[in-house]
């Protein structure tokens, strides 16, 4: 396994890496719920929620504020905003379709793929491009809180229950 160092981010992106983290805590309750047979139903109601509650507000801003100082026929720019497309896409057809697994598992393998490509190529591209005092505006921007998002959700459907164990 190749050992991979922590990557230095610019302090004014840091927010979008804490958003990344909670999209990745995204895919890893969607694979838990399936793995503990929990009804696919539960947890497609649950990504539409974050959905509605972070991930459109993250995208949003990401194409807003980070990519508009790409020019719009970079490639990686390019990619990210398809991506934000396909996710977008797979989430109206989980919202739909509520009960199947296999759209809830190309979900959290493209949300999975898209974060690891922003962490690992994209952030970096951006922090290279985009003259630090432009990345100095969105110091004050703040990541939505997953903890605020799953206390106001109630059906911790990824939580393994006590009499399992």
């Not at 999209?23 to 503990?36: E, H, M, T």
Request: proline share 4%; net charge negative; no cysteine.
């Amino acid at each position: 396994m190749k050992n991979q160092s922590p990557i230095k981010r610019h302090p004014a992106i840091v927010s979008f890496s804490k958003d990344h983290h909670f999209a990745l805590l995204l895919v890893w309750k969607i694979r838990q719920g399936i793995d503990n047979g929990v009804a696919t139903e539960r947890i497609s109601k649950y990504v539409s929620y974050f959905f509605e509650e972070d991930l459109k507000k993250h995208f949003r801003e990401e194409e807003a504020l980070l990519y508009g100082e790409l020019p719009v026929d970079d490639v990686l720019r390019k990619r990210a905003e398809t991506d934000h497309q396909k996710i977008s896409g797979l989430i109206k057809a989980v919202t739909e379709n509520k009960n199947d697994t296999v759209l809830l598992h190309q979900l959290a393998d493209a949300v999975e793929e898209n974060t690891r490509f922003e962490e690992r190529t994209l952030l970096n591209h951006l922090q290279q491009l985009i003259p630090s005092q432009k990345l100095e505006r969105l110091a004050d921007r703040v990541p939505v809180s997953s903890q605020a998002l799953d206390d106001n959700w109630k059906d911790v459907f990824w939580e393994i229950p006590n009499n399992t164990i």
